[in-house]
């Protein structure tokens, strides 16, 4: 099996950038569909955005779609999420996760989570 492992969170202003990263270890994550989640206090987990394996198609929640980009580099065995121009509704707790298929949007799809970075966005 995979561990995740997420970085990159943090405070950040309105229309500031980060890039979070989740180092796989144990397995390559490129035998795996790759999604982030997020999840907002009082709120349920969402989808954000996922990859499918080999570099495969990418897709987007609605509210990040050309705002934010996932990648992967099976060599460092790390997926990405760079953010861009990002809003106070973007602040959430960010989970990475792996998926023995190709990826979903479905959070019951994916069989590893890592233990989430923190992003707060201040207006």
Avoid: H
């Avoid at 970085?7 to 202003?13: K, T």
């Avoid at 144990?26 to 999840?39: E, I, K, P």
Wanted: positive net charge.
């Amino acid at each position: 099996q995979v561990q995740l492992r997420e970085s990159g969170g943090g405070l950040v202003q309105a229309g500031g950038s980060l890039r979070l990263s989740c180092l796989g270890s144990g397995r390559a994550v490129s035998n795996y569909g790759m999604g982030w989640f997020r999840q907002a206090p009082g709120k349920e987990r969402e989808f954000v955005a996922a990859i499918s394996w080999l570099s495969g198609p990418s897709y987007y929640a609605d509210s990040v779609r050309g705002r934010f980009t996932i990648s992967r580099d099976d060599v460092k065995n790390t997926v990405y999420l760079q953010m861009n121009s990002l809003k106070p509704d973007d602040t959430a707790v960010y989970y990475c996760a792996a998926d023995r298929g190709p990826g979903s949007r479905d959070p019951k799809a994916y069989d590893y989570w890592g233990q989430g970075t923190q992003v707060t966005v201040s207006s």
